[in-house]
């Protein structure tokens, strides 16, 4: 059998899954073991935590397009930078934020990965925190509690 690509397989895993929203191809793209790092600190996430996970971004976003912008391989490893665009459900107001990830492949399947994603922006556009968070926070500010 003719393994695909990583970077076929990461596309396939952000359509089949965050685009698509099929809950099951989670399973598809991991080993029920995938240890995912770095979405929620100090938090492991495996097949399981990404049913979640997509399910909760799902709900809040429309209009999702996920590309991958630039990618590096180097054995069992892919690194890939991704732009992230959608709405908010709630507002429609735009959303375009990017992240990284650091793949570990073993044949088709993800077995361990190292997310960084842009939650602050993200949550800025979806106006959950107030606009420039990040600026006003690196300056001393502290955000009022909720």
């Known amino acids: 059998m003719l393994m695909s690509s990583k970077l076929d397989l990461l596309n396939r895993w952000y359509k089949?899954?965050?685009?698509?929203?099929?809950?099951?191809?989670?399973?598809?793209?991991?080993?029920?073991d995938t240890d995912a790092q770095g979405i929620v600190p100090d938090l492991s996430m495996g097949p399981t935590e990404f049913r979640d996970l997509v399910s909760?971004?799902?709900?809040m976003v429309v209009a999702l397009d996920i590309r991958i912008k630039h990618s590096v391989e180097n054995g069992n490893w892919l690194?890939?930078?991704v732009e992230?665009?959608?709405?908010?459900r709630a507002r429609g107001a735009p959303i375009h934020v990017f992240s990284?990830?650091?793949?570990?492949?073993?044949?088709?399947?993800?077995?361990?990965?190292?997310?960084?994603?842009d939650f602050m922006t993200l949550f800025e556009q979806m106006g959950q925190v107030p606009p420039n968070s990040l600026p006003l926070m690196m300056t001393g500010v502290h955000l009022a509690e909720a």
Request: charged share 25%.
């Open 100 to 117: 990284q990830v650091m793949v570990r492949f073993d044949g088709d399947k993800m077995v361990e990965a190292y997310n960084s994603f």
């Open 16 to 32: 089949d899954v965050w685009l698509d929203g099929d809950l099951d191809a989670i399973d598809v793209y991991f080993v029920p």
């Open 79 to 81: 690194c890939a930078l």
């Open 56 to 59: 909760v971004m799902r709900q």
């Open 84 to 88: 992230v665009t959608a709405r908010t």
